[in-house]
């Protein structure tokens, strides 16, 4: 990981801030995920989650959630380089937006992976779910979990100070 000669990581965060906020843009273009495949993007931002910083993570992990969405390929990628148990140990993070973006981008590997529940139905004669069966329906529930609760404790814009003021503003007008 780069370090600046002031030995902090404020590149780096910054940086992956940026990233984080044109990965929206960049995951619908293939132009630009290729781009990305070029320069082992993925493998840098896979990195990135076992940082230090709660920054450089939490902006690997939103940037992760953009790019683990619509594109077999890039899926196909995270799944090989073990992206899926790192998501997993940071879905039950403090920091709100470490556990929304490895929640979301892992569910979005495990949609990706349909035919794996599929094939292990078929193998298991009893007609009962085996225990990988069980365990990936556990994880998918702890998703959704996660990712509710999460949602619901970022702020909406009628709680925020400017709605307030909005709200009070109107009120005093009236």
């Known amino acids: 990981m780069f370090k600046s000669p002031s030995k902090t990581l404020s590149i780096v965060e910054n940086g992956g801030g940026i990233l984080h906020n044109v990965s929206s843009h960049i995951a619908i273009r293939e132009g630009y995920r290729q781009i990305l495949r070029d320069h082992n993007c993925l493998q840098i931002l896979l990195k990135h989650l076992r940082s230090p910083s709660l920054t450089i993570v939490s902006n690997a992990c939103g940037t992760l959630w953009n790019l683990s969405a619509r594109c077999q390929q890039d899926q196909q990628a995270l799944w090989d380089l073990g992206a899926v148990s790192m998501l997993r140990n940071l879905v039950n993070s403090k920091h709100k937006m470490i556990s929304m973006g490895s929640a979301a981008a892992l569910k979005d590997l495990i949609a990706a992976k349909p035919n794996m529940r599929v094939d292990e139905d078929k193998h298991h004669k009893s007609g009962m779910p085996t225990l990988q069966i069980r365990k990936q329906k556990a994880l998918e ?34």
Do not use: F, V, W
């Open 141 to 174: 529930a702890e998703i959704d979990q996660t990712l509710a609760e999460t949602c619901d404790n970022i702020e909406s814009p009628q709680l925020s100070p400017t709605e307030t003021r909005r709200q009070r503003e109107h009120i005093s007008m009236d």
